[in-house]
């Protein structure tokens, strides 16, 4: 009789994705979970609470679902690592300051980092009494520089990052800040949990706006934080209790039954846009095209050691100046023209006048000519074809 064979040691990303925090229901046997669509609980006598359920603000069983599966995704190696759920990627980010940092804390930021977080932390949190220091975090050389030991609190890194695709080495990023006795914050958007985990990496923090890719459908929008250090995101959870700050349950609902595709559709936009790459780079009308997956790009090397694959957003910058940018993106057909990414659908931005146009005069200004696609499942042909009559006038 043979022995049967050993089952691996960890379940599979794909086997997680569609598991974890989602047993059938016991009263039904549904495969999927329920939407818990409720705003309080019955209570056997006071203080006796059902599954540990008073009052959805604190808890909900559809969010503690989502929540558990991004724990799993993003950190399956600690048991006790705690995923967090809020109506936005920027109410996780808030959250996350309002609950980590005080007056007169240090931020280091990355120089190119997304419009809106970088809104967030200079014109909200910066009257506050937060200070932010912009600094190219891929010279781990001008990062050790840029922290202040005893001061800095958070250093913040997006990779790749929004829109200009730049790769940060996690790990040497993760030294550098461990050795001041700060934390290490990821924004793992561009990449998902399924091409790069940042904690395992040395990341105390990942945020997430699972608006994009987690979601996946561009038919929800939320955000999430998980945390490596259990005190740490019991911390995060009290913070996000008190400020209200939750995904409803339909939004979980809709973010969990993303992540089942995740895997399988990362596959598809990162082969899609390996092909649109390398297409924008042979055409005459592009000057510069930023995919991390081009052997030239500055961060090829480490994003081949610390993600899977490169993803599925490409920005390029056309040689014609800003106007011309302006009309290719209103040109296509196939990729609509719209803020957001990581849907299944393709979309084309210009930046300097939509996504970015908050840090229009910082020191995170994008270049005027520069285009950002999110590509999407459609089939590669029609996509390319979109895009040579766009370029071509």
């Not at 050993?6 to 994705?17: D, H, M, N, R, V």
Request: proline fraction near 7%.
């Amino acid at each position: 009789m043979s022995t049967p064979p050993t089952p691996p040691a960890q379940p599979g990303f794909e086997t997680l994705a569609i598991h974890a925090g989602q047993e059938p229901d016991p009263l039904t046997g549904a495969v999927v979970p329920p939407i818990y669509q409720v705003s309080t609980f019955k209570q056997d006598g006071v203080g006796g609470l059902r599954g540990g359920y008073e009052y959805a603000r604190s808890g909900n069983p559809t969010r503690a679902a989502l929540e558990t599966c991004l724990a799993a995704l993003e950190a399956p190696h600690l048991a006790d690592a705690v995923g967090l759920a809020f109506a936005s990627g920027l109410a996780a980010e808030d959250t996350l300051i309002r609950a980590l940092c005080r007056p007169g804390d240090h931020v280091v930021l990355p120089h190119d980092a997304y419009g809106g977080t970088y809104r967030l932390f200079t014109k909200v949190a910066g009257p506050w009494g937060l200070h932010v220091n912009p600094v190219n975090v891929t010279d781990i050389d001008l990062l050790r520089k840029a922290i202040v030991p005893g001061r800095t609190r958070l250093v913040w890194v997006e990779t790749p990052s929004n829109p200009l695709l730049s790769i940060a080495d996690i790990t040497a990023v993760a030294e550098v800040t461990h050795e001041a006795g700060a934390l290490l914050v990821v924004d793992n958007t561009f990449a998902s949990p399924y091409l790069q985990q940042p904690i395992i990496l040395g990341a105390d923090i990942v945020v997430h706006s699972t608006t994009k890719y987690a979601g996946g459908h561009s038919d929800v929008v939320g955000g999430a934080l998980i945390v490596a250090d259990p005190e740490i995101g019991a911390t995060l959870a009290f913070h996000q209790n008190a400020q209200g700050s939750i995904a409803g349950p339909f939004d979980s609902w809709l973010t969990l039954r993303g992540l089942k595709t995740l895997g399988v559709r990362m596959d598809r936009h990162s082969a899609n846009a390996r092909t649109v790459a390398e297409f924008l780079v042979q055409h005459p009308a592009v000057s510069q095209v930023y995919w991390p997956g081009l052997p030239d790009h500055p961060g090829h090397a480490i994003a081949a050691r610390q993600m899977r694959d490169f993803g599925g957003m490409v920005s390029f910058r056309v040689s014609a100046g800003e106007q011309e940018a302006v009309d290719i993106c209103g040109r296509t057909q196939v990729f609509t023209l719209g803020e957001s990414l990581g849907g299944v659908e393709s979309l084309i931005e210009h930046p300097a006048r939509m996504t970015h146009a908050s840090v229009a005069g910082s020191p995170l200004e994008v270049p005027s000519d520069l285009i950002r696609l999110s590509v999407g499942i459609e089939s590669i042909e029609d996509l390319i074809a979109d895009l040579a009559v766009a370029l071509d006038g």
